[in-house]
């Protein structure tokens, strides 16, 4: 079985930044890729950031330059640095992990951003 767990999270002014962090524990196996998803209210789950264990990167356009997914291979843990927040950017923040046989999801974590 694998452990998501999530932290980072919170209220942040627009213009802001916030750090997210997703460690993976367990029975992780061989780690294929890991990221995060995003859903907002009345909103389908929308890819904003992945990884994989060769530690090529992935963004959705919409975060492109002011969000920045890093992993530590050492302690299966996945990092989300997000500047220059915008009010659009508020959502639930889901963190995965894959292997090849298998994708677990956090539990989420909420970010808002509002003045």
């Known amino acids: 079985q694998v452990r998501i767990v999530e932290s980072g999270g919170g209220l942040v002014q627009p213009g802001g930044s916030l750090k997210l962090s997703c460690a993976a524990s367990g029975r992780i196996g061989s780690v294929v890729a890991m990221g995060w998803y995003r859903q907002a209210p009345g909103k389908q789950r929308e890819l904003v950031a992945t990884?994989?264990?060769?530690?090529?990167?992935n963004y959705a356009d919409s975060v492109k330059g002011r969000f920045t997914i890093s992993r530590d291979a050492a302690k299966n843990t996945v990092y989300l640095q997000m500047n220059s927040l915008k009010p659009e950017d508020t959502a639930a923040y889901y963190c995965y992990v894959g292997g090849f046989t298998y994708t677990t999801w956090g539990q989420g974590t909420q970010v808002t951003v509002s003045s």
């Open positions: 990884i994989t264990s060769t530690s090529r990167t």
